[in-house]
């Protein structure tokens, strides 16, 4: 189903919130690597959120999710506080890891792993 213009402002609206929160309560960084919001994306009666964060450098990814989920109700207090006057209800929210960029990652490495391999061929 596709997404309706209300969601995307709903969401864009609560990454852009939630960024705040993340500096504010000092989650940015976390296992001395990076913590981000990649996207968030709400369902199409607004009461639900998925936070898709993204984990650069982390030596723990679940240890950094669990602590995420520890500290969710003190975002939602936050989250609450700032948007009570954009939305009647504040989203339930889950939290999601985004592996996107380790993916990309990983790609760059089979790419050069093979443009590596095809080098060596044609020289021989």
Do not use: C
């Amino acid at each position: 189903m596709k997404e309706t213009k209300r969601q995307k402002q709903v969401a864009g609206e609560i990454q852009e919130v939630m960024n705040g929160i993340f500096r504010h309560l000092g989650l940015t960084m976390i296992d001395g690597g990076m913590v981000s919001i990649s996207s968030v994306k709400v369902t199409p009666d607004l009461l639900e959120a998925r936070i898709y964060i993204s984990l650069f450098q982390v030596k723990d990814p679940a240890a950094a999710m669990e602590k995420l989920k520890d500290r969710s109700w003190e975002i939602k207090r936050e989250l609450a506080a700032a948007m009570k006057l954009q939305l009647r209800r504040i989203p339930e929210f889950q939290f999601f890891l985004d592996d996107t960029l380790e993916q990309v990652y990983k790609m760059e490495e089979l790419f050069k792993k093979i443009k590596d391999d095809d080098s060596k061929t044609a020289s021989e």
